[in-house]
């Protein structure tokens, strides 16, 4: 286990180190970019800059400072904002991002599992027909149609939620559902096909040949089985929670990261846009590694070598 | 003697996007306390989904049109789910064919050994525990305290069919059905498993059904036969009425196609022409007209009745008719020849 | 079948009977429409689709309007009018008050004539005064619990009525632009660039999987490596750095699609290859001096091809998805070209008071994903009944 896990960290970091290398060549690659000479910039951070990046110095360096930066956590200067740095994009925006994306999951999670096993249970019936309708919706619509949909009707119309800002528990609310809409949508069809392929199995009939109850084969043997795959698709799922949230913020108006994000790209604030990449790549590898262990927890025929 | 399970018309059907699948058609047959009956025929004949329409363990698809299975007397086609429940794991249950997919990959050995004990009755934790322990040393699992803690991916194949065979024991059930349980084995454990069986069955009191496509190893295992084709049953008798004097040109053609050690190296096995019946449209008279050798014209139109050869023996064939012309009929002319 | 005389005559079983499989027999191709014309979904996806391509196609060239024409005068014109009867002038006529107070001319059948000239605004009695042929009226905005009013001379309301705008069928953005007209180039736009992108991913990938998975060995894990690394990190954090480098437009969002959505069917064709490649077939063209290539392109390719469509067919709304979400966050084709997206974003803005401008691209993508979802998901079910639950 522990040499599994070592290994996975290895290359854990040798992903990121790749993610690092590609983003550092394609922002120097951008004509009038920060890290060309034709810019016009304010004097002051253009100094800031061409100290921070030793910009005389050959690329290889330029690259190896901003590695080391990176080791100590520093992402540089902003390039469009005088005297701010990524590092503050990110520690202003990150904790209302995270606790949206972690709504998010919950929500996700407590409701798709619990639909995905009905509609799979009820497979051919209403429920299922009804489940699978709205899921199919929910993995069609865009999340930015969802959430100016649900913004219109729930904000503008009813007047139920707060239209801009997370000043109370309610704000979170529309946001979280505009998040998860995909997601929940995603999962509740994986729960489903997933539980029915189980449902099909040999070692299925075996446990109804022992007497055991249509519920107690669903609990007992099916359930746990069929969370299998929904597992080993939760990091993208967290991976596709914290990309959504670039449009759910911006329509919502929430001073999160992926404002910031989309902020700097209008912007073109090029060291705001690898910084933050970065930081979502680490976010990213770090949980889908967290996933795999936990993936290699509760199967245990997966063998570790 | 006592009658242990009785079908009677048995007939079940799949429907499927292409129509209906007539897999089982009009079966009656009985059984006895104790008894070991074969069922034998090539896939798709049906055997498998006699025993799965008694125990209600059918796919959605499936459907028992018509018939009765009496248990002791109770009707277990007409039964309630929760009665069926009672009766499945405990006084029925069932050994499959792929042990590799019929345990839970996730759960312990030991655990899946111990449920129908959880199940059907109320002894503590720590009982059914060495009951399963006990079970598990009886199918011959070595250091059995220690692998009940095993999951199913670190056995062989013949361990996990030990395990099955532990599972489907534990509640002392009155009749074990063993659905082709050595087919997906290596020859050698084949032996080991079906050895296994045999001494089981000296020292347990239940009657088992032995389902499986090859007649060598029902004829080590049975005392009676049931030769099933296309849904119906073809042929039943005595183990020995079976090899000696076959009754049908279907079990003919299954003997024929058998090799035996000491053959000839001149007699060479003859594979039965043709291919099965197709069961969306089964023929309207014999389902094994097109392949039968001996057929005649009636055997296209009418499905035979049950013929009684011995009290023991009985075919489905037309040949042994009342009715029958002696001439050209391999069955009555063999009678004839032997009188 | 004849009811013979005689039942006991033996017959002669033929070969031909024995060996016949019965069923209804159908090629591989009537099989799977067969099968996907079962679907009513997957087969109204794909009418949706063949009426949206003849929109986008044709609908330009039989509009009075064009995507960039600009009507400053008719600027965020809904397409339902609540329109004003003016009553006791030379000439009896309808108004509609726009958002930005002006008076606008509509005729009977509910077409926008002209603007009405503006008089003067008579700010103490809270009212804007216009000269419609020679009879002066007000719009009133002096009372807020009724909002605005067209009055008369003597200062009582002129009956409403709604029609639907004549014009402009889907009503004006705030340019003044034709929403339907727009609607139909963001057709043009979002779905030629879903189509291209599709494609070169197609080919991109058949090549990069094919590749990968007829080599194998460890050719295959360096080349799976880098696909691995690619997708550790959302596709669409790779698409909005390549649009931040390309900068937006047409075709940097095709550049940007293409380069990364092709591992998923990287990995589709280099799981078929993988698995048919040890089959006897393939040996058998192998053994008969086969070049690689042609049995790669005459006997993989075709033996996956069931799958390589599926992902596919999900790659196009997965691409108009991408194109609506870059262009939402402001990186799509340049104005005055129009996509759904780069619609939607303009919308979002004045939401409350035009939602016709959010709905109705938001709607149109709606359509668009269910109509290739459905026509994926019933291909998928049509080519590999396997899958079927």
Same mark, same amino acid.
């Given at each position: 286990?522990?040499?599994?896990?070592?290994?996975?960290?290895?290359?854990?970091?040798?992903?990121?180190?790749?993610?690092? &290398?590609?983003?550092?060549?394609?922002?120097?690659?951008?004509?009038?970019?920060?890290?060309?000479?034709?810019?016009?910039?304010?004097?002051? $951070?253009?100094?800031?800059?061409?100290?921070?990046?030793?910009?005389?110095?050959?690329?290889?360096?330029?690259?190896?400072?901003?590695?080391?930066?990176?080791?100590?956590?520093?992402?540089?200067?902003?390039?469009?904002?005088?005297?701010?740095?990524?590092?503050?994009?990110?520690?202003?925006?990150?904790?209302?991002?995270?606790?949206?994306?972690?709504?998010? +999951?919950?929500?996700?999670?407590?409701?798709?599992?619990?639909?995905?096993?009905?509609?799979?249970?009820?497979?051919?019936?209403?429920?299922?027909?009804?489940?699978?309708?709205?899921?199919?919706?929910?993995?069609?619509?865009?999340?930015?149609?969802?959430?100016?949909?649900?913004?219109?009707?729930?904000?503008?119309?009813?007047?139920?939620?707060?239209?801009?800002?997370?000043?109370?528990?309610?704000?979170?609310?529309?946001?979280?559902?505009?998040?998860?809409?995909?997601?929940?949508?995603?999962?509740?069809?994986?729960?489903?096909?997933?539980?029915?392929?189980?449902?099909?199995?040999?070692?299925?009939?075996?446990?109804?040949?022992?007497?055991?109850?249509?519920?107690?084969?669903?609990?007992?043997?099916?359930?746990?089985?069929?969370?299998?795959?929904?597992?080993?698709?939760?990091?993208?799922?967290?991976?596709?929670?914290?990309?959504?949230?670039?449009?759910?913020?911006?329509?919502?108006?929430?001073?999160?990261?992926?404002?910031?994000?989309?902020?700097?790209?209008?912007?073109?604030?090029?060291?705001?846009?690898?910084?933050?990449?970065?930081?979502?790549?680490?976010?990213?590898?770090?949980?889908?590694?967290?996933?795999?262990?936990?993936?290699?927890?509760?199967?245990?025929?997966?063998?570790?070598? | 003697?006592?009658?242990?399970?009785?079908?009677?018309?048995?007939?079940?059907?799949?429907?499927?996007?292409?129509?209906?699948?007539?897999?089982?058609?009009?079966?009656?047959?009985?059984?006895?306390?104790?008894?070991?009956?074969?069922?034998?025929?090539?896939?798709?004949?049906?055997?498998?989904?006699?025993?799965?329409?008694?125990?209600?363990?059918? #796919?959605?698809?499936?459907?028992?049109?018509?018939?009765?299975?009496?248990?002791?007397?109770?009707?277990?086609?007409?039964?309630?789910?929760?009665?069926?429940?009672?009766?499945?794991?405990?006084?029925?249950?069932?050994?499959?064919?792929?042990?590799?997919?019929?345990?839970?990959?996730?759960?312990?050995?030991?655990? !899946?050994?111990?449920?129908?004990?959880?199940?059907?009755?109320?002894?503590?934790?720590?009982?059914?525990?060495?009951?399963?322990?006990?079970?598990?040393?009886?199918?011959?699992?070595?250091?059995?305290?220690?692998?009940?803690?095993?999951?199913?991916?670190?056995?062989?194949?013949?361990?996990?069919?030990?395990?099955?065979?532990?599972?489907?024991?534990?509640?002392?059930?009155?009749?074990?059905?063993?659905?082709?349980?050595?087919?997906?084995?290596?020859?050698? +454990? *084949?032996? *080991?498993?079906?050895?296994?069986?045999?001494?089981?069955?000296?020292?347990? !009191?239940?009657?088992?059904?032995?389902?499986?496509?090859?007649?060598?190893?029902?004829?080590?295992?049975? *005392?009676? @036969?049931?030769?099933?084709?296309?849904?119906?049953?073809?042929?039943?008798?005595?183990?020995?009425?079976?090899?000696?004097?076959?009754?049908?040109?279907?079990?003919?053609?299954?003997?024929?196609?058998?090799?035996?050690?000491?053959?000839?190296?001149?007699?060479?096995?003859?594979?039965?022409?043709?291919?099965?019946?197709?069961?969306?449209?089964?023929? #309207?008279?014999?389902?094994?007209?097109?392949?039968?050798?001996?057929?005649?014209?009636?055997?296209?139109?009418?499905?035979?009745?049950?013929?009684?050869?011995?009290?023991?023996?009985?075919?489905?064939?037309?040949?042994? /008719?009342?009715?029958?012309?002696?001439?050209?009929?391999?069955?009555?002319?063999?009678?004839?020849?032997?009188? | 079948?004849?009811?013979?005389?005689?039942?006991?005559?033996?017959?002669?079983?033929?070969?031909?009977?024995?060996?016949?499989?019965?069923?209804?027999?159908?090629?591989?191709?009537?099989?799977?429409?067969?099968?996907?014309?079962?679907?009513?979904?997957?087969?109204?996806?794909?009418?949706?689709?063949?009426?949206?391509?003849?929109?986008?196609?044709?609908?330009?060239?039989?509009?009075?309007?064009?995507?960039?024409?600009?009507?400053?005068?008719?600027?965020?014109?809904?397409?339902?009018?609540?329109?004003?009867?003016?009553?006791?002038?030379?000439?009896?006529?309808? #108004?509609?008050?726009? !958002?930005?107070?002006?008076?606008?001319?509509?005729?009977?059948?509910?077409?926008?004539?002209?603007?009405?000239?503006?008089?003067?605004?008579?700010? /103490?009695?809270?009212?804007?005064?216009?000269?419609?042929?020679?009879?002066?009226?007000?719009?009133?905005?002096?009372?807020?619990?009724?909002?605005?009013?067209?009055?008369?001379?003597?200062?009582?309301?002129?009956?409403?009525?709604?029609?639907?705008?004549?014009?402009?069928? &889907?009503? %004006?953005?705030?340019?003044?632009?034709?929403?339907?007209?727009?609607?139909?180039?963001?057709?043009?736009?979002? &779905?030629?660039?879903?189509?291209?992108?599709?494609?070169?991913?197609?080919?991109?990938?058949?090549?990069?999987?094919?590749?990968?998975?007829?080599?194998?060995?460890?050719?295959?894990?360096?080349?799976?490596?880098?696909?691995?690394?690619?997708?550790?990190?959302?596709?669409?954090?790779?698409?909005?750095?390549?649009?931040?480098?390309?900068?937006?437009?047409?075709?940097?969002?095709?550049?940007?699609?293409?380069? $990364?959505?092709?591992?998923?069917?990287?990995?589709?064709?280099?799981? *078929?290859?993988?698995?048919?490649?040890?089959?006897?077939?393939?040996?058998?063209?192998?053994?008969?001096?086969?070049?690689?290539?042609?049995?790669?392109?005459?006997?993989?390719?075709?033996? /996956?091809?069931?799958?390589?469509? @599926?992902?596919?067919?999900?790659?196009?709304?997965?691409?108009?998805?991408?194109?609506?979400?870059?262009?939402?966050?402001?990186?799509?084709?340049?104005?005055?070209?129009?996509?759904?997206?780069?619609?939607?974003?303009?919308?979002?803005?004045?939401?409350?008071? %035009?939602?016709?401008?959010?709905?109705?691209?938001?709607?149109? +993508?709606?359509?668009?994903?269910?109509?290739?979802?459905?026509?994926?998901?019933?291909?998928?079910?049509?080519?590999?009944?396997?899958?079927?639950?």
């Amino acid at each position: 286990m522990i040499w599994y896990i070592a290994k996975r960290i290895a290359s854990m970091f040798a992903t990121l180190f790749v993610v690092v &290398l590609l983003t550092f060549l394609l922002m120097h690659s951008i004509p009038g970019g920060p890290f060309t000479a034709e810019r016009r910039l304010p004097e002051s $951070v253009e100094r800031a800059l061409v100290k921070k990046y030793k910009l005389d110095a050959p690329l290889h360096v330029q690259f190896f400072d901003y590695v080391k930066g990176l080791l100590v956590f520093d992402l540089g200067p902003s390039f469009k904002y005088e005297g701010r740095s990524v590092n503050e994009f990110i520690t202003e925006g990150f904790p209302l991002s995270s606790r949206l994306g972690l709504m998010s +999951i919950v929500f996700t999670l407590f409701l798709a599992l619990p639909l995905g096993s009905i509609s799979a249970i009820k497979s051919g019936k209403w429920q299922d027909i009804l489940i699978m309708f709205l899921a199919t919706m929910g993995i069609t619509i865009p999340s930015f149609v969802i959430a100016t949909g649900l913004m219109y009707v729930f904000s503008f119309r009813l007047g139920w939620f707060p239209v801009f800002g997370v000043s109370s528990v309610k704000g979170y609310i529309l946001p979280m559902i505009a998040l998860s809409g995909y997601s929940l949508a995603f999962i509740t069809r994986l729960m489903r096909s997933s539980l029915l392929e189980v449902m099909g199995q040999d070692y299925i009939r075996t446990a109804r040949a022992k007497g055991l109850s249509e519920t107690g084969i669903v609990l007992k043997h099916a359930l746990r089985n069929a969370l299998i795959p929904v597992v080993t698709i939760l990091g993208p799922t967290l991976a596709s929670l914290l990309t959504g949230s670039f449009v759910i913020e911006k329509i919502f108006a929430l001073p999160g990261m992926g404002i910031h994000f989309v902020t700097s790209i209008a912007n073109r604030d090029y060291t705001a846009i690898m910084g933050i990449t970065i930081f979502y790549a680490t976010i990213l590898v770090a949980m889908v590694f967290i996933v795999d262990i936990f993936y290699v927890m509760i199967d245990p025929r997966i063998k570790l070598q | 003697m006592a009658g242990l399970l009785e079908v009677k018309n048995l007939t079940t059907s799949f429907f499927t996007q292409n129509g209906e699948v007539k897999a089982v058609r009009d079966i009656s047959f009985s059984l006895d306390q104790g008894e070991v009956l074969g069922i034998v025929g090539e896939s798709g004949s049906g055997k498998s989904v006699t025993f799965l329409s008694i125990l209600g363990l059918l #796919a959605d698809s499936g459907r028992v049109k018509g018939g009765q299975a009496l248990f002791n007397g109770k009707d277990l086609i007409g039964a309630g789910k929760s009665e069926l429940r009672k009766i499945r794991g405990n006084d029925i249950s069932m050994i499959f064919q792929d042990p590799m997919s019929s345990l839970n990959p996730l759960k312990l050995i030991g655990a !899946q050994v111990a449920e129908s004990l959880e199940i059907h009755t109320n002894l503590g934790r720590a009982e059914i525990r060495r009951k399963a322990i006990m079970m598990l040393e009886r199918v011959r699992i070595p250091e059995a305290a220690k692998r009940y803690n095993s999951y199913p991916h670190e056995f062989s194949g013949g361990m996990r069919q030990r395990v099955m065979i532990a599972m489907s024991l534990i509640c002392n059930p009155s009749l074990v059905i063993a659905d082709e349980p050595t087919t997906a084995l290596d020859v050698t +454990i *084949q032996d *080991q498993i079906l050895k296994l069986l045999r001494e089981l069955r000296r020292d347990m !009191q239940s009657a088992i059904v032995f389902i499986s496509h090859d007649l060598s190893v029902i004829a080590g295992m049975c *005392q009676r @036969v049931i030769v099933m084709y296309g849904g119906m049953i073809m042929e039943e008798a005595s183990i020995e009425e079976l090899f000696e004097t076959p009754a049908h040109p279907y079990t003919m053609g299954l003997l024929r196609s058998i090799p035996v050690i000491d053959q000839d190296k001149d007699s060479m096995l003859e594979p039965i022409p043709g291919s099965p019946p197709d069961m969306l449209a089964p023929p #309207a008279g014999c389902p094994f007209v097109v392949r039968c050798v001996h057929a005649r014209s009636i055997c296209r139109e009418s499905v035979p009745p049950y013929n009684t050869v011995s009290e023991t023996h009985r075919s489905r064939c037309w040949l042994w /008719s009342s009715d029958a012309p002696v001439s050209g009929n391999i069955f009555k002319e063999r009678g004839v020849a032997r009188a | 079948m004849e009811i013979t005389a005689v039942p006991w005559d033996k017959i002669d079983i033929e070969k031909e009977t024995m060996e016949t499989i019965a069923g209804e027999q159908r090629s591989f191709a009537q099989d799977v429409w067969y099968r996907f014309k079962k679907r009513p979904s997957a087969v109204a996806g794909f009418c949706v689709v063949i009426l949206l391509v003849l929109f986008a196609v044709f609908g330009p060239l039989l509009s009075r309007h064009t995507y960039f024409e600009q009507n400053l005068a008719f600027v965020n014109i809904p397409p339902f009018l609540k329109v004003w009867k003016i009553e006791g002038a030379g000439t009896p006529g309808s #108004a509609y008050i726009t !958002q930005n107070l002006k008076l606008v001319e509509v005729s009977k059948d509910g077409r926008l004539v002209a603007p009405i000239p503006f008089v003067r605004e008579d700010i /103490s009695k809270k009212r804007i005064l216009f000269d419609y042929s020679g009879t002066v009226v007000a719009i009133d905005y002096s009372d807020r619990a009724q909002g605005l009013r067209l009055v008369g001379t003597d200062g009582s309301a002129f009956l409403t009525k709604k029609v639907w705008n004549g014009t402009y069928l &889907l009503g %004006t953005d705030s340019l003044g632009r034709d929403m339907l007209t727009r609607l139909m180039f963001g057709a043009r736009i979002s &779905l030629t660039v879903a189509f291209i992108a599709a494609f070169i991913n197609l080919i991109i990938g058949i090549l990069y999987g094919g590749i990968s998975g007829y080599l194998g060995g460890n050719v295959d894990n360096a080349m799976m490596r880098v696909v691995d690394v690619i997708s550790t990190i959302p596709l669409t954090l790779y698409v909005i750095l390549i649009m931040v480098i390309l900068d937006s437009g047409f075709l940097s969002i095709i550049v940007a699609l293409s380069s $990364v959505y092709w591992v998923s069917m990287a990995r589709v064709v280099r799981g *078929q290859i993988m698995a048919l490649k040890e089959q006897e077939f393939v040996l058998a063209a192998r053994t008969i001096g086969t070049s690689p290539m042609g049995i790669v392109m005459r006997h993989l390719i075709p033996n /996956s091809l069931g799958p390589i469509i @599926v992902t596919a067919t999900m790659l196009i709304p997965t691409a108009i998805f991408v194109e609506s979400f870059m262009s939402f966050i402001g990186l799509g084709v340049s104005a005055p070209m129009a996509s759904w997206g780069t619609m939607c974003n303009d919308a979002l803005e004045t939401m409350k008071s %035009t939602p016709h401008q959010l709905f109705a691209p938001a709607f149109a +993508i709606c359509l668009t994903m269910f109509s290739f979802n459905f026509i994926g998901d019933g291909l998928r079910d049509a080519l590999d009944p396997k899958l079927r639950k």
